[in-house]
């Protein structure tokens, strides 16, 4: 654990090194690429830059920081960049259909989540979309395909289990 926070230590900057604007820009700049150098998601930035500016406002708070510099610092996330899904990375439906049946094998949460991943794959809905999913929202014939309307999207966090 000694070596672990000397490490953070070394490579951190000092608090009040954060009054420097350019150094907050360069902070903004990182929240806005991946560790592999690409661009981030747009959702990405958004929730790293919230966090970023919530820590600075608890270095106000601490009294470590003046102000917070975020709001004086001229910066715009990067316009969003399409990403593209690699083919060689979706299964096909044989596939697809094993996954879920293996998924399915691990018992009761294993049925509720391969609806969850049936919704995903066969729906191409997000998971925030398939968790709020209710069952007034689907029409599920015998045979067939049904519809599911996606009214709802939100943040996942609050579980897989219905729980709301």
């Known amino acids: 654990m000694k070596s672990i926070l000397a490490w953070i230590e070394r490579k951190s900057v000092a608090t009040s090194s954060l009054s420097d604007r350019l150094l907050v820009h360069k902070a903004l700049d990182a929240c806005a690429r991946r560790l592999d150098g690409k661009a981030a998601a747009g959702t990405v930035i958004a929730r790293k830059r919230a966090v970023f500016h919530q820590a600075l406002s608890l270095a106000v708070d601490a009294e470590l920081l003046t102000e917070n510099p975020i709001p004086s610092v001229r910066w715009k996330a990067p316009e969003r ?11 096909d439906p044989a596939h697809a259909a094993a996954l879920l049946a293996g998924v399915r094998a691990q018992g009761t949460r294993g049925r509720h989540l391969e609806a969850f991943f049936g919704c995903i794959y066969y729906a191409a809905s997000r998971p925030g979309e398939t968790v709020w999913l209710k069952l007034r929202d689907c029409e599920l014939p015998r045979r067939g395909w049904g519809m599911l309307r996606l009214n709802e999207s939100r943040a996942l966090g609050h579980g897989l289990d219905g729980q709301r």
Request: charged residues 35%; glycine residues 0%.
């Open 81 to 91: 960049v399409e990403e593209e899904v690699d083919p060689a990375c979706v299964p």
